[in-house]
């Protein structure tokens, strides 16, 4: 048993590896429209995991989490547009916003549970868009805010040797890493022994309180921690998107990070970012055929919820292995 | 030096109502000595109130609860439970998407204060614990299951499991006989004996079950309609007119 977890544990580490340097090399020989559309894929995979970090392994259905996303995307647009600061300092504050944004909801979210807890982050989320969408003068209002400047990242092409390399395909290379350090993080947090007191709250809520676990504490804990991963994959989105809109956070942009999530698997760690990345191919290619996209998603929806509740990822273990992978 | 301390635990003129019917009236005990307590009592009597107003799962109207000195009413069941008292429940509760391995790991890395750690990966740590612990209880061999797949009566073992993993003082257990087969009875009664004395802990129960109660207890307290109308050894519950009236003869 040692051995084989031991052996695990090295193989995810080793595959983990391999997926970013592959990531990372894209820019060097794929079209620059994929590489737009990896980074995309890969911001909004990122917020997709951090949303799982609730739903999946804390049993905690957020109606709400675009919110901390567009919290995230306002602070970092507006302090590179309107403050001129630099990248660096506006991502790290687009993290922290939407961790303090998280910290100010969840104090209240998380003393209620199940419907009651989802419902309250939604009403949450729609005060947070409501005042966005009001504060024209700070936020532009239903304009949104546009002409966000890209971050000079001639280092970056220059460090690789490839001054060809335009602001976007050096962006790329930024979220990759970020997304990275997010997602190493969220690694950690779950195989971490506060991962499993998470998963002792998604089963039994009061079970957990009699081994002595203050449950309102570690929810409130890990809303923070996701709220603030959202926040800087909403920073990143911003500076990607050149612009920030009120719709980044609207409840329609919650509900479909949380059907990503539930397309890909909430039961695993790398589901939500497959079911992402797959949602994201899917639009793109039946938007080429047909401007049903909504009736498509229905449809996926619809056969996925009935036949393959594990979603995507489920699907993928039963054809690899069938041992319980969590 | 974890001999039973003195006054493990005091219950004072405690009062509970729920929409006007007085499920706890003015009940008074305390513990300092002796290993097995029960509280019996008929159906209704309160004896499951008497238990979530110890551990704080509900709050009283009046009275106090004072655990190893210090009033605990107000405190939250989860530091009552790092302080020492632990409980299990009447119907199996354990984490059923946790396989029995995780569900004992997961006490233990709460009530070590580890709960709160990111660094480094849990893994197998507590793994040597976990299997000391399911040793003690008799489900070594079942670690690798899920709470579902196992027989009622080891259901009700991993529940102890966890409650043990607590490292409790005083462990409550509310009817850990109940819906049992009479071979599981009795494979639990010895197992409550046995834990008793290895673990050195002081054991509070409800119990139905008059041979359970009699066999494993070395002081009763009968409960009924919400008040103690006898609190002795089982000699002297056995001999009490008004005990056998309301509870013995009945059952």
């Known amino acids: 048993m040692d051995v084989k977890t031991l052996d695990n544990k090295r193989n995810r580490l080793l595959m983990a590896t391999a997926l970013f340097l592959g990531l990372g090399a894209v820019p060097f020989f794929a079209p620059p429209f994929y590489v737009v559309f990896l980074n995309d894929a890969l911001i909004i995979a990122c917020l997709s995991m951090s949303l799982n970090l609730l739903v999946g392994y804390t049993g905690l259905i957020s109606f709400g989490h675009a919110a901390y996303f567009g919290l995230g995307a306002y602070a970092c647009g507006l302090l590179m547009k309107s403050a001129g600061l630099p990248f660096g300092v506006s991502l790290v504050a687009a993290g922290a916003l939407g961790g303090f944004g998280a910290a100010l909801a969840g104090f209240f979210c998380v003393r209620l549970n199940r419907v009651y807890f989802s419902m309250l982050t939604l009403a949450f989320s729609l005060i947070f868009w409501a005042i966005c969408f009001r504060w024209n003068d700070l936020t532009g209002g239903d304009q949104g805010l546009s002409g966000i400047p890209y971050p000079n990242l001639t280092w970056i092409s220059q460090m690789l040797g490839r001054p060809d390399f335009s602001s976007a395909q050096s962006y790329y290379l930024v979220s990759l890493v970020v997304v990275a350090i997010c997602i190493a993080a969220m690694w950690i947090i779950v195989s971490s022994p506060v991962g499993l007191i998470l998963r002792t709250i998604r089963e039994n809520e009061q079970r957990s309180t009699f081994i002595g676990v203050e449950t309102r504490r570690v929810k409130l804990a890990i809303f923070i921690v996701a709220g603030t991963i959202a926040g800087l994959a909403g920073g990143l989105f911003a500076i990607f998107n050149r612009g920030v809109y009120p719709d980044f956070m609207y409840w329609t942009k919650s509900a479909e990070i949380l059907i990503m999530a539930l397309f890909g698997g909430i039961g695993s760690f790398w589901g939500p970012a497959i079911g992402s990345l797959t949602l994201l191919l899917l639009h793109q290619e039946t938007l080429a055929l047909t401007e049903y996209w909504s009736f498509a998603l229905g449809i996926i929806l619809l056969v996925l919820t009935l036949r393959f509740p594990s979603g995507l990822w489920g699907l993928f273990k039963r054809f690899t292995n069938t041992r319980r992978s969590k | ?251």
């Open chain 2, 1 to 251: 030096m974890n001999a039973p301390a003195k006054d493990l635990l005091t219950v004072r003129a405690l009062r509970k109502t729920f929409d006007g019917f007085q499920a706890i009236r003015g009940v008074d005990f305390s513990i300092c000595h002796g290993r097995v307590h029960a509280v019996i009592g008929p159906n209704g009597a309160g004896k499951s109130t008497l238990f979530n107003l110890i551990t704080g799962l509900d709050r009283p109207d009046e009275g106090e609860v004072t655990f190893l000195g210090s009033p605990c009413s107000h405190m939250s069941p989860a530091s009552l439970c790092r302080r020492g008292m632990v409980r299990s429940f009447q119907k199996s509760n354990t984490f059923l998407g946790l396989s029995v391995f995780e569900n004992i790991q997961a006490a233990i890395v709460s009530c070590s204060g580890e709960g709160w750690k990111i660094w480094p990966p849990l893994g197998l740590r507590f793994a040597d614990k976990v299997q000391e612990i399911a040793e003690q209880v008799g489900i070594a061999d079942k670690l690798d299951l899920f709470p579902e797949d196992l027989a009622y009566g080891y259901q009700r073992q991993l529940e102890l499991a966890i409650a043990i993993a607590s490292r409790p003082r005083l462990l409550l257990l509310d009817e850990p006989t109940a819906g049992m087969s009479s071979s599981d009875t009795r494979r639990t009664v010895a197992l409550l004996k046995r834990i008793v004395e290895d673990l050195n802990i002081v054991l509070l129960i409800t119990e139905h079950d008059m041979g359970v109660v009699f066999s494993l207890a070395d002081r009763i307290i009968v409960l009924a309609e919400g008040q103690i109308i006898a609190d002795g050894n089982p000699e002297e519950i056995r001999a009490n007119t008004e005990v056998k009236r309301v509870y013995l003869g009945k059952s």
